[in-house]
């Protein structure tokens, strides 16, 4: 519950309580952004979502703790007069909305880009106008592929961090051509970047620009059949998770060989709530925010989720926990690959001297033993039905 012990920030001043209009509230990050801030600040919160599935536990009942701290507001920032007069009544803006699955890029690019780009403009012109503070949920998919993927395979140079290794400041934005519709999405993001950048530049918006390098945990998605549409894809922890509670193969696509770094939902929660709480120390920065240390191929992804899930459940993992698919046939034509995902972590550990701290281990190992919980029963319950045909 939040104390009422006056919060200070990195620099021992008082932090004054603040009016926050978060859109995309009711999403993966919006729900943990909200529990965080209830729990621990006297912040208010304006939520903005067409959905608050995953926060009615913080809507309802009035008795809560936080009572009168948040109000969900149900609006499609693409055509509603309310938005300028939310921002308005707050101090700083939030805007994690978008659609950002992979699935959606190159099989529905026009969406992809007016949700990434035409639908955040008015986001970022409001909030310049009425001097309001923007924090701006972008990607580390703006960096695309790494310089070292174009390096001969053999090459030593994809050993040297030099080649890799993204940093806000210095890497190029490397895309694939206009027919990988993937990059529909890295591209209306890196344009977003861009402008909110320039709004801060030539009208002094106050603005952070946030990158997050693969944030997962509990409520991120949906599994397919029982709180989403059974053929819709969603991304690599729900795909898998989804295969595991059937007991089918995990999917690899392309072979798995492409390489992430994960982060625990709740470390990077740590690291929004020290930029919302340290406008000095984050305005006019770009921050990465990820883990440098938990880096897996896509297959040692499924390999490790596998085992953790055999612990959880109980049960063994199949004899042949993965199977090869391609892209084609898992995405459908113009998909692509980030071939590689480490952040640097200077700036955000110079700034706020954030670090994260879960291992890719217990960080599944949390997750994986909340989706066991929370769909088990719903899985079972949906393969025992007849299927229509
Ligand atoms: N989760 C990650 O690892 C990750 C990685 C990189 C970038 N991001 C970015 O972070 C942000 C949040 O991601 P998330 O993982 O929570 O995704 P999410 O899909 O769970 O949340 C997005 C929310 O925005 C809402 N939304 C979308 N369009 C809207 C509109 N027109 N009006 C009102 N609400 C709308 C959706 O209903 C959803 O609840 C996105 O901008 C995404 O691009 C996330
Ligand atoms: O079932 C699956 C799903 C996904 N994958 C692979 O797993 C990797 C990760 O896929 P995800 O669906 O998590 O998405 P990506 O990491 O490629 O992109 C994500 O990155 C950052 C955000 O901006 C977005 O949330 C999303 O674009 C990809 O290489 C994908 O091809 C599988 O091999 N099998």
């Excluded at 008795?63 to 507001?73: K, T």
């Excluded at 008015?122 to 001097?131: D, F, I, L, T």
């Excluded at 340290?278 to 040692?300: C, K, L």
Aim: with cysteine.
């Amino acid at each position: 519950m939040a104390s009422s012990v006056v919060r200070v920030d990195l620099d021992g001043k008082p932090i004054n309580p603040l009016t926050i209009c978060m859109i995309g509230a009711g999403g993966f990050i919006g729900s943990h952004l909200c529990e965080k801030i209830l729990n621990e600040t006297q912040h208010k919160i304006l939520a903005l979502d067409v959905y608050n599935d995953k926060i009615k536990h913080l809507l309802e009942p009035d008795s809560l703790p936080w009572a009168g701290r948040i109000q969900f507001h149900r609006i499609n920032i693409k055509h509603d007069s309310r938005l300028e007069g939310l921002i308005k009544m707050s101090d700083l803006t939030i805007n994690l909305a978008a659609i950002c699955t992979p699935a959606d890029y190159n099989t529905r690019p026009l969406d992809t880009i007016y949700s990434n780009f035409i639908d955040a403009l008015p986001v970022a012109k409001y909030c310049s106008e009425n001097g309001k503070r923007l924090i701006h949920f972008s990607t580390c998919e703006v960096y695309g592929k790494t310089i070292g993927s174009f390096l001969p395979k053999d090459s030593p140079l994809r050993q040297d961090p030099a080649y890799y290794v993204l940093k806000e400041d210095a890497s190029p934005c490397i895309f694939g051509s206009i027919e990988k519709q993937r990059w529909s999405y890295a591209c209306a993001k890196q344009l977003i970047e861009r402008l909110v950048y320039a709004e801060g530049a030539e009208n002094g918006l106050e603005f952070t620009i946030v990158r997050p390098f693969n944030w997962i945990g509990p409520r991120m998605d949906f599994i397919p059949g029982v709180d989403g549409p059974s053929e819709g894809v969603p991304r690599v922890l729900a795909c898998f998770s989804n295969a595991l509670l059937r007991r089918e193969p995990l999917k690899l696509v392309d072979g798995g060989e492409s390489q992430r770094t994960f982060v625990y939902i709740k470390d990077a929660i740590e690291a929004v709530l020290l930029m919302i709480e340290n406008p000095s120390r984050a305005n006019g920065h770009i921050f990465n925010v990820g883990n440098p240390n938990n880096e897996v191929t896509v297959r040692q992804l499924a390999e490790m989720m596998t085992a953790v899930y055999a612990n959880v459940s109980g049960e063994p993992a199949l004899e042949e926990p993965t199977v090869d698919v391609s892209s084609k046939e898992f995405y459908g034509e113009g998909y692509d690959d980030s071939d590689k995902r480490i952040p640097d972590m200077t700036i955000i550990n110079r700034q706020l001297g954030w670090n994260p701290k879960t291992s890719l281990w217990d960080l599944l190992d949390s997750t994986l033993t909340y989706q066991h919980k929370t769909y088990a029963e719903a899985i079972k319950k949906v393969m025992s039905q007849p299927t229509t045909s």
